[in-house]
C-alpha cells in the first residue's frame, strides 16, 4: 500500500512564526505535492516538486516556499504565518504521467493548521 | 486554464436512494478526470478515472462515471447509497501531457446520506 504521512495532524502557530509541514512517500514516487483545502473553494495547488531539488510554483504560491533535498520527503515552509493562512493542508504523490498509474496522486491524512 | 465545476456543494440523499455528483471541466483538449472521496478527517482516496478507451469508468464502492465529451462532463452515480458514502467528493481533471501531472480540483459536493 502506498503511504504518505504528514509530519502532524493538528498544529496551533501565532501570528509571524515560521512554520513547517513536512510529508514523506514510501513508494518512490517521483512527484509530490502540497494543496490547501478551504471549504467551497476544494483543493488548490501551492508547490509541486518532479525531482530532487526540483520545484514549480502552483496557483497559490505567495506567502509558502517548499523543500525537497530527498525524494521521498517534501517540506512546505510558511515563513510568516498569518491568519489567512489557517488552512487544512494536503500532501500528495504520485508517478509521472505516462506511467502505468497514470497520474493517480495519493494523499497524505492531512494538517490542520490554526494561525492565531 | 483548466476548470472544474461541480453542480451543488451539499447534496442530501436517502439511504438506498440514486447518487448523482454532477462535474463539468473546461479545457481546450480532453483530459484526464479523476473523482476523489474524502471521508471525515482523512486525506483524499481515489474511486474512479478516465484516461482513454471505454467512457464508462468503474470504481471502488460501486460508484461509476460516464465521460461525455460532447457535453464536457463526468458526472459520478451509485445506484443505491449506503450510510457509509457521507463523505466529500472531488472531480479533478489533469492535462494528458504535463510535467508533474497537476491536477484541477472542483470544489468539493458534501454527500449527506439520510436514514
Known amino acids: 500500500d502506498v503511504k504518505v504521512t504528514q509530519s502532524s495532524r493538528y498544529l496551533v502557530k501565532r501570528t509571524g512564526e515560521k512554520v513547517f509541514l513536512e510529508c514523506v512517500q514510501d513508494?518512490?514516487?517521483?512527484?509530490m505535492f502540497w494543496y490547501r483545502q478551504d471549504p467551497g473553494l476544494g483543493l488548490r495547488l501551492i508547490y509541486f516538486?518532479?525531482?530532487?531539488?526540483?520545484?514549480e510554483k502552483g496557483d497559490i504560491p505567495e506567502g509558502y516556499s517548499v523543500s525537497r533535498e530527498k525524494k521521498e520527503r517534501f517540506s512546505l515552509i510558511l515563513e510568516s504565518a498569518s491568519t489567512n493562512q489557517t488552512s487544512m493542508y494536503l500532501c500528495?504523490?504520485?508517478?509521472?504521467?505516462?506511467?502505468?498509474?497514470?497520474?493517480?496522486?495519493?494523499f497524505g491524512p492531512g494538517t490542520r493548521l490554526l494561525v492565531l | 486554464a483548466q476548470s472544474v465545476t461541480q453542480l451543488g456543494s451539499h447534496v442530501s440523499v436517502s439511504e438506498g436512494a440514486l447518487v448523482l455528483l454532477r462535474c463539468n471541466y473546461s479545457s481546450s483538449v480532453p483530459p484526464y478526470l479523476f473523482w476523489y472521496v474524502q471521508y471525515p478527517n482523512q486525506g483524499l482516496q481515489l474511486l474512479l478515472k478516465?484516461?482513454?478507451?471505454?467512457?464508462l469508468v468503474k470504481g471502488i464502492n460501486g460508484f461509476e462515471a460516464e465521460f461525455k465529451k460532447s457535453e464536457t462532463s463526468f458526472h459520478l452515480t451509485k445506484p443505491s447509497a449506503h450510510m457509509s458514502d457521507a463523505a466529500e467528493y472531488f472531480c479533478?481533471?489533469?492535462?494528458?501531457?504535463?510535467?508533474?501531472?497537476?491536477?484541477?480540483f472542483g470544489g468539493g459536493t458534501r454527500v449527506l446520506v439520510k436514514p
Open positions: 516538486s518532479y525531482d530532487v531539488k526540483m520545484k
Open positions: 513508494m518512490d514516487h517521483e512527484n
Open positions: 478516465y484516461t482513454t478507451g471505454a467512457t
Open positions: 479533478a481533471v489533469s492535462p494528458i501531457k504535463a510535467a508533474g501531472n497537476k491536477l484541477t
Open positions: 500528495a504523490s504520485s508517478h509521472p504521467v505516462g506511467g502505468s498509474l497514470l497520474g493517480t496522486q495519493y
